[in-house]
Antibody
Framework: QVQLQESGPGLVKPSETLSLTCTVS????????WSWIRQPPGKGLEWIGF???????NYNPSLKSRATISVDTSKNQFSLKLSSVTAADTAVYYC????????????WGQGTLVIVSS | SYEVTQPPSVSVSPGQTASITCSGD??????ACWYQQKPGQSPVLVIY???RRPSGIPERFSGSNSGNTATLTISGTQAMDEADYYC?????????FGGGTKLTVL
């Protein structure tokens, strides 16, 4: 059974870069697409983007200028960097597995809360 | 840009049928899926490809998608089904979520 685990700082200062890593276990990262999704406290889900193991990416147009997703197949990990953060970027960040053939997410990490505050 | 819209809340009595809608222009021409999210937990996929249930999802969950509306139906709703439900589709290389519907079982 595939499992995903997010890791990274829980507090980031405004204008700095948010960095998170997702470690995939129970399966190889070298298939499927791998995604980041966030959820501000008390609000709905927002897709950030996804990456294929080959490195090809796709981003939410509203975040494309600030988001970068990368993959390290040797570590079975993929990562998110979000630059120039503001308080509006405070959210639970989920890493997830995207299934292109069904256009859906079939596995989610437990999520990690990132607060943007000075 | 494309959007999908859900009602903010739906209420249902235990044992009755709950229907949650998701509306978008010509949504029936795209795949729709549904996620259940309980407080403090990660979302769980309950319907994909409009009407297919992942392994482990009870048969009381079903889905349909036609015209401009996708619908999640929960038959014989149980107290444990009380949760937020999100529809999601894919358009122009973008993953789109609805705003979510809070299902109350009372």
């Amino acid at each position: 059974q595939v499992q995903l685990q997010e890791s990274g700082p829980g507090l980031v200062k405004p204008s700095e870069t948010l960095s998170l890593t997702c470690t995939v276990s129970g399966g190889s990262i070298s298939t499927y697409y791998w995604s980041w999704i966030r959820q501000p406290p008390g609000k709905g889900l927002e897709w950030i983007g996804f990456i294929y193991y080959s490195g090809s990416t796709n981003y939410n147009p509203s975040l494309k200028s600030r988001a970068t997703i990368s993959v390290d197949t040797s570590k079975n990990q993929f990562s998110l960097k979000l630059s120039s953060v503001t308080a509006a970027d405070t959210a639970v960040y989920y890493c997830a597995r995207w299934v292109a053939t069904s256009s859906s997410v079939d596995h989610w990490g437990q999520g990690t809360l990132v607060i943007v505050s000075s | 840009s494309y959007e999908v819209t859900q009602p903010p809340s739906v209420s249902v009595s235990p044992g009755q049928t709950a229907s949650i809608t998701c509306s978008g222009d010509k949504l029936g021409g795209k795949y729709a899926c549904w996620y259940q999210q309980k407080p403090g937990q990660s979302p769980v996929l309950v319907i994909y490809k409009d009407n297919r249930r992942p392994s482990g999802i009870p048969e009381r969950f079903s889905g349909s998608n036609s015209g401009n509306t996708a619908t999640l139906t929960i038959s014989g709703t149980q107290a444990m089904d009380e949760a937020d439900y999100y529809c999601q589709t894919w358009d122009s290389n973008t993953v789109l979520f609805g705003g979510g519907t809070k299902l109350t079982v009372l």
